[in-house]
């Protein structure tokens, strides 16, 4: 379980390499995994699944990481828990 806030500014929006369909498509192919729930620990939607940006809480870390959220905690400005696996995003 990590402790996570959602990104903001333009490093946010930029789009997958190439060869991915999408954010949450990255996340999927690199973990083996499918997102059907999402990964905040105090939310269970299942619906509206995206591949979220994060960055850890409380750590000298400044890697921006996709993990999957429903679209109401990937606008969260709170830090909260997730319990899904954090993918590096490529430079």
Not at 18 to 31: M, R, V
Request: net charge neutral.
């Amino acid at each position: 379980m990590a402790k996570v806030k959602n990104m903001t500014g333009p490093d946010r929006f930029h789009n997958p390499p190439s060869e991915y369909d999408s954010w949450l498509d990255y996340w999927e192919k690199k973990t083996g995994k499918k997102a059907s729930t999402c990964g905040a620990t105090d939310c269970s939607t299942t619906k509206g699944i995206v591949g979220g940006h994060v960055v850890m809480v409380g750590s000298t870390d400044t890697t921006h990481y996709i993990t999957p959220l429903c679209r109401p905690c990937n606008n969260r400005a709170d830090t909260f828990y997730v319990s899904t696996e954090l993918i590096p995003v490529p430079e």
